[in-house]
């Protein structure tokens, strides 16, 4: 099993639409979660850190659900410019040394057409 | 942009030969990890360095080695180059080891022929 899966998509979406992403993970000592944003033949770049009390950061919002190992990424009101593939990233420690190994999902496509 | 760099952008090698990339960390961060992507797949961890030692390692072989030097920039290395180590390759630099946001440089992409 993956340490981190997503749904690979790809989601194709007109303008105006919600979408929402889903991701699970299999760790349970995981310590902190992320969502990335990477353009094509890009860096990933932070989207936005996820939060157990959920977090909202303009048309995004981020769910964390720590007893089902489950993290949500929703994006309401899409714009062109939202096109890219979406990566949920958990920060997993190693036995008694806490390090800052992020694992990765395969990521999600996005793509939002007119 | 995040301030972190990475050399060079792009590099063409051959099975067998060995390869350094390099990579300087955003001002004032002194933890640098290293990640590997191959085409369709998320980022794959390789190693991290903290205050020039390595401070843990993902699933690769020793033909994958690195250093951190005193200005904390650093460098990956890769000896015996197989096909499959064609990929990009990231840096990301953060402000200490534990669960802190870690930054990512525009990468370096590698062709192993």
């Known amino acids: 099993r993956k340490e981190v899966e997503q749904d690979p998509g790809p989601f194709n979406v007109p303008e105006g639409a919600t979408v929402a992403f889903n991701c699970t993970y299999s760790n349970s000592a995981s310590q902190s979660f992320f969502w990335y944003r990477q353009d094509c033949r890009k860096e990933p770049k932070l989207l936005m850190s996820v939060y157990s009390s959920g977090n909202e950061d303009g048309r995004f919002t981020a769910q964390l659900n720590r007893a089902s190992q489950y993290i949500s990424l929703l994006i309401r009101d899409s714009k062109l410019s939202d096109s890219a593939t979406y990566l949920c990233v958990v920060n997993v420690g190693a036995g008694g040394t806490s390090y800052g190994k992020l694992t990765f999902g395969q990521g999600t496509i996005l793509t939002v057409h007119p | 942009e995040t301030g972190v760099t990475q050399s060079p952008t792009h590099l063409i090698k051959t099975r067998g030969q060995q390869v350094t990339l390099r990579c300087s960390s955003q001002s004032g961060h002194n933890t640098v990890s290293w990640y590997q992507q191959a085409l369709g797949q998320g980022p794959q961890f390789i190693f991290q360095?903290?205050?020039?030692?390595?401070?843990g390692r993902g699933n690769f072989p020793p033909r994958f080695s690195g250093l951190q030097f005193p200005n904390y920039s650093s460098e990956l290395n890769v000896n015996a180059l197989e096909l499959d180590d064609s990929a990009l390759y990231l840096c990301?630099?953060?402000?200490?080891?534990?669960?802190?946001?870690?930054?990512f440089g525009p990468g370096t992409r590698l062709l192993v022929l």
């Open positions: 990301a630099s953060s402000l200490g080891h534990g669960g802190e946001t870690q930054y």
């Open positions: 360095y903290y205050r020039e030692e390595e401070n």
